[in-house]
């Protein structure tokens, strides 16, 4: 196999993050944009690593796993500050959220 | 190796369409539900880079525990459950752009550097392998790690409380 098949395919996987990170509006969603963008990074860490060798790819695996659970830590504050937004402005709608624009 | 080639193909064309929907659905619980396909193809994807217990981790970590959280967060929120028109900002077709233009740039970039590499035949890693990594080079950086989940947790509840 091609190491390209697998870089390609987290490519698509970031590019199509970054595109519901900018298009949508809904904050749930575009923190589940933000998770297919780490997913891809970690297909990246894993592939280059099986790329470099037995060694490489069990540290690409570590930071596959740190890179996990730095995901789950993100989610539960991203979530949380969903909840405290909805609650203080009835609306979790991120165009809505201008408090600091200048 | 054919058979290899195959599941990479059917994996990567659920993930791909799965993931297109995540952000294009207009129905929020829908978009949690796409994005569990899209991280069982990821699990699926760790398999074949043999990669067993990370597979074992994503299926567990993020489908057992994330997507449920974003069910809740949902529910909480108290999204509009069904289809609804007013997801997306009006920045669309810009937003397809820089995506399309960050493709074409990443995969021409790839393609440069790494166009002929052949993966070589992997060994499977074994979670003891891995295990031993962890705990002795990088004994540090999962301390750190810990830490960091310590702090988001009780973040996570300081934030949300009502007081």
Redesign the interface.
Known sequence: MYLMQFLALAGFLFCVGVYGVLARKNAVLVLMSIELILNSVNINLVALGVYRGFDQAIVGQVFSLFVIAVAAAEVGIGLAIVLLIYRNRASIDLSEADLMKG | ?VG??IA?GIL?LV??LS??R??TTKN?VH??LY?VL??AG?AG??I????E??AI??IL??IG??VV??L???M????PIGRVA????N??G???V???F??GV??WI??DG???????V??V?RSG??GV??FS??VI??EV?SV??L???V???V??R?D
């Open positions: 190796m290899e080639n990479f990567a993930m791909g993931a297109i995540v952000v929020v978009a949690a994005l899209v991280l990821v994807v760790f074949l880079l043999a990669a217990f990370l981790v994503q970590v993020y525990a994330i959280l974003f809740f967060g949902i909480l929120t108290r999204a007013d997801l997306d900002n920045q669309r810009l937003g397809a820089v995506a399309l960050l493709f990443l995969g790839l393609y790494f166009g002929e590499a052949r993966l070589p992997r060994e890693a392998d891995v990594s962890i080079t990088f950086p999962f790690i960091l989940l702090a988001a947790l973040g996570a509840v934030i949300a009502r």
